[in-house]
């Protein structure tokens, strides 16, 4: 049985970007999935860009789930564009505390994603589902594995719908996470974040920053194709489709993919699960 299936974009910066991206969407589309996210930038920097690629997506006839981060930001400005993502028919937010851009102070009056979550249901009820961010292998930031999941568990109960996985590729991280969040009493169902792999370097930067672990072997097993764009697609296409093969299995309740704003390589691993259009 096909598990349902959700498909996250970034805003584009320029006409011509967001022309393909339009495409890309059309072809994801036909694997029918329950919503698409869009980023949102460090500081909000993406503000106009990722409400108006919902406003594309919703106009689509898709369900469209807007991130939302509360660095640096007023209650005054949440409220005023949780009114304007309301208006626009927006009924799904990604709620996370997000990243500081360069060279700016704390600032705000929220000072964890969990703060944001409660304002956010304190003022809209139950308007939103919300989504939020958790981390099979701990938050990079975070000061220990227990902390990161107190953090979390702290978020579910300040009124959190669902969770969305940073992406792995160690099934184990995921089953121990979901494990260890159980034996709190917790219930929400938690999604795993895919992340198909494209390129070798921008697999590696990625990972390098957002603290996701590549596993040796694979790691070394790119890095021996070197420039072989066709042998890293291949190989990434098989480790892809096996560790969603193995979270299927394994009861997960629906899959989010990280698209980089592109369809071959989704629509490829959803092509060899046979969950293709």
Same mark, same amino acid.
């Given at each position: 049985?096909?598990?349902?299936?959700? !498909?996250? !974009?970034?805003?584009?910066?320029?006409?011509?970007?967001?022309? =393909?991206?339009?495409?890309?969407?059309?072809?994801?589309?036909?694997?029918?999935? #329950?919503?698409?996210?869009?980023?949102?930038?460090?500081?909000?920097?993406?503000?106009?860009?990722?409400?108006?690629?919902?406003?594309?997506?919703?106009?689509?006839?898709?369900?469209?789930?807007?991130?939302?981060?509360?660095?640096?930001?007023? =209650?005054?400005?949440? $409220?005023?564009?949780?009114? #304007?993502? =309301?208006?626009?028919?927006?009924?799904?937010? *990604?709620?996370?505390?997000?990243?500081?851009?360069?060279?700016?102070?704390?600032?705000?009056? !929220?000072?964890?994603?969990?703060?944001?979550?409660?304002?956010?249901?304190?003022?809209?009820?139950?308007?939103?589902?919300?989504?939020?961010?958790?981390?099979?292998?701990?938050?990079?930031?975070?000061?220990?594995?227990?902390?990161?999941?107190?953090?979390?568990?702290?978020?579910?109960?300040?009124?959190?719908?669902?969770?969305?996985?940073?992406?792995?590729?160690?099934?184990?991280?995921?089953?121990?996470?979901?494990?260890?969040?159980?034996?709190?009493?917790?219930?929400?169902?938690?999604?795993?974040?895919?992340?198909?792999?494209?390129?070798?370097?921008?697999?590696?930067?990625?990972?390098?920053?957002?603290?996701? #672990?590549?596993?040796?072997?694979?790691?070394? $097993?790119?890095?021996?194709?070197?420039?072989?764009?066709?042998?890293? =697609?291949?190989?990434?296409?098989?480790?892809?489709?096996?560790?969603?093969?193995?979270?299927?299995?394994?009861?997960?309740?629906?899959?989010? !993919?990280?698209?980089?704003?592109?369809? *071959?390589?989704?629509?490829?691993?959803?092509?060899?699960?046979?969950?293709?259009?």
């Amino acid at each position: 049985m096909r598990l349902p299936l959700s !498909f996250e !974009f970034f805003p584009t910066k320029t006409p011509e970007g967001a022309v =393909k991206l339009r495409a890309v969407r059309q072809q994801l589309y036909a694997m029918q999935p #329950e919503f698409c996210s869009v980023t949102y930038g460090a500081g909000g920097s993406t503000h106009e860009g990722t409400f108006n690629a919902v406003r594309e997506i919703l106009a689509e006839g898709v369900d469209a789930a807007s991130h939302y981060s509360c660095i640096g930001a007023t =209650k005054a400005t949440v $409220r005023a564009q949780l009114a #304007e993502l =309301k208006a626009m028919g927006v009924k799904r937010l *990604v709620a996370l505390r997000g990243d500081l851009p360069s060279g700016y102070g704390a600032g705000g009056e !929220f000072q964890y994603a969990s703060d944001l979550i409660a304002f956010i249901r304190n003022e809209t009820g139950n308007d939103f589902h919300i989504e939020v961010a958790c981390y099979p292998e701990v938050h990079p930031q975070a000061r220990s594995p227990e902390a990161d999941l107190k953090a979390f568990a702290t978020k579910v109960r300040a009124g959190a719908d669902t969770a969305i996985t940073q992406y792995f590729f160690s099934p184990e991280a995921y089953f121990r996470f979901v494990d260890e969040v159980r034996a709190l009493g917790i219930d929400t169902p938690i999604v795993p974040g895919v992340m198909p792999i494209i390129s070798s370097t921008q697999l590696m930067r990625f990972s390098d920053a957002c603290g996701a #672990e590549i596993p040796r072997w694979i790691r070394l $097993r790119l890095q021996s194709y070197g420039d072989d764009v066709e042998s890293i =697609k291949s190989f990434g296409l098989d480790v892809v489709a096996a560790l969603c093969e193995r979270l299927h299995a394994g009861g997960a309740p629906a899959m989010h !993919f990280y698209t980089m704003n592109q369809s *071959v390589a989704t629509l490829a691993v959803l092509q060899r699960l046979g969950w293709g259009p």
